[in-house]
């Protein structure tokens, strides 16, 4: 069959390398990629929200799945899109129909989703413009530290949480008067603050049945230590070492399948993947949030550890077989180190040449914000390319993405030097 993958990042080279490696894949092209997707497949120049060029090309290379990799595309409604569209109503799409992608598109829609079906989480309210002094007081009663989260999408960069109440009413005036975060900011959810350990569960589900794939654990901050500026992720473990079989289960029975039933209760058309955010309370689970796609740097930790063919398992979900796939996962661990553009996740410069990719045997590198420019590759984001490697243990395998970066280089090139440094 021919497959379009759309996005242009980590999750998508290493979606675009996975599905390389399928006998079922005749063809194979993404939109609009990046330096790694172009080796191993076609790369258009067309943008992930730009459905009238997507159907253009599905219909100009008779394309039969079309596997969609960021938020934005899935929240703006490609999935209704082809099902409205007699010419290419019979393409199969893997994300979830436009209101089921709300569950990321929204803080709030998620929340109650959560509450409605009994699934554990943080206690919250939401507050517009109109009620910021209500925010404000509701603020007095938590505890700090305060987590304010903009309803909408905002990059991953939303989520602020402060310890001191008056820079927290400062914040929410901000967000919500001062538009910080533009229309994402329109309205703010305020939560509890959970204490524990994060982690990432990822769903496979056709509406109906359902697979769990391998945990996994990212770092968001730029520093060390869990510090600086959010970003989208610098890095990543799978399995993740403290989800024990019995937390496994917890995860399963109170998380997975009352989402999974509450699709079917509320309606919510999905096929694809469930991201599901957690965090570890003592020994409990409980939601920070959903997303409806693979996580960014989880995939390249996740989707490496999965040994069976991955168009098989993207052809059930299409076709409500998902029942029938037994997943097949590798005993070993796997880890990513992403390197980015000195700068990010602010100000940072383009167009600089990365050299020594070919020198590495030992990993696998997931390019990201990376393109071909006159032969040469060249950085062409903040989060530039993403070392995966294997080990029997995590902390082998990181020590092998580690050896393997000290063979590549770019100007002004970062990374975290301590992944792994809280497990």
């Known amino acids: 069959m021919n497959i379009l993958v759309l996005g242009s990042g980590g999750r998508e080279h290493t979606f675009a390398w996975k599905i390389a490696q399928s006998p079922l894949c005749k063809n194979l ?10 080796a191993i497949a076609t790369n258009v120049d067309i943008g992930v929200t730009d459905f009238d060029a997507i159907k253009e090309l599905v219909l100009d290379k ?39 992608a709300q569950l990321e598109g929204s803080k709030e829609f998620a929340k109650e989703f959560l509450f409605r079906h009994n699934i554990p989480t943080a206690a919250y309210e939401s507050f517009t413009k109109d009620t910021v002094e209500k925010g404000c ?21 939303g989520v602020v949480i402060l310890n001191d109440l008056n820079e927290a009413k400062a914040e929410l005036k901000s967000m919500l008067v001062d538009s910080k975060f533009g229309n994402a900011s329109s309205k703010v959810v305020i939560e509890e603050f959970l ?3 994060e982690l990432s569960c990822f769903v496979l589900t056709d509406g109906e049945n359902y697979k769990i794939l391998p945990t996994a654990k990212d770092y968001k901050r730029i520093g060390e ?7 989208g992720g ?12 019995d937390f496994l289960n917890k995860i399963e029975e109170r998380i997975v399948k009352p989402t999974v039933e509450g699709f079917k209760k509320d309606n919510l058309p999905y096929k694809g993947f469930v991201f599901i955010g957690l965090i570890k309370v003592g020994d ?19 989707l490496p550890r999965l040994k069976n063919d991955f168009v098989e398992i993207l052809q059930a979900i299409a076709n409500g077989t998902l029942n029938k796939i037994d997943l097949e996962i590798d005993k070993r661990a796997a880890t990513t180190i992403m390197l980015v553009s000195g700068g990010y996740p602010e100000a940072y410069e383009k167009g600089k040449e990365i050299t020594g990719i070919d020198a590495i045997t030992e990993s696998i590198p997931f390019h990201a914000g990376a393109q071909l420019k006159e032969g040469k590759v060249v950085t062409s984001g903040g989060r530039v ?39």
């Open 195 to 197: 204490d524990g350990i």
């Open 284 to 302: 409990d689970p409980k939601v920070i949030e959903y997303n409806v796609r693979m996580g960014d740097p989880e995939t390249e930790v996740v």
């Open 137 to 157: 007081i509701f603020l007095e009663t938590l505890n700090p530290p305060y987590v304010l989260k903009a309803d909408g999408l905002a990059a991953g960069k």
């Open 225 to 231: 230590g869990d510090t600086g500026l959010n970003t």
């Open 234 to 245: 610098m890095g990543a473990v799978s399995p993740v070492p403290f989800a024990t079989d």
């Open 385 to 423: 390319i993403s070392i995966t490697s294997y080990g029997n243990t995590y902390q082998e395998a990181i020590k092998k993405s580690y050896q393997s970066i000290e063979k590549l280089h770019f100007d002004k090139m970062y990374y975290r030097k301590d992944i792994g440094f809280d497990l």
């Open 29 to 38: 092209y993404v939109a609009p990629g990046n330096s790694g997707t172009a």
């Open 62 to 100: 008779q394309i039969d799945m079309v596997v969609v990799g960021p938020e934005d595309p899935l929240v703006q409604g490609v999935h209704d899109y082809f099902l409205n569209d007699e010419a290419i109503k019979h393409v199969s799409v893997i994300g979830p129909q436009k209101i089921a």
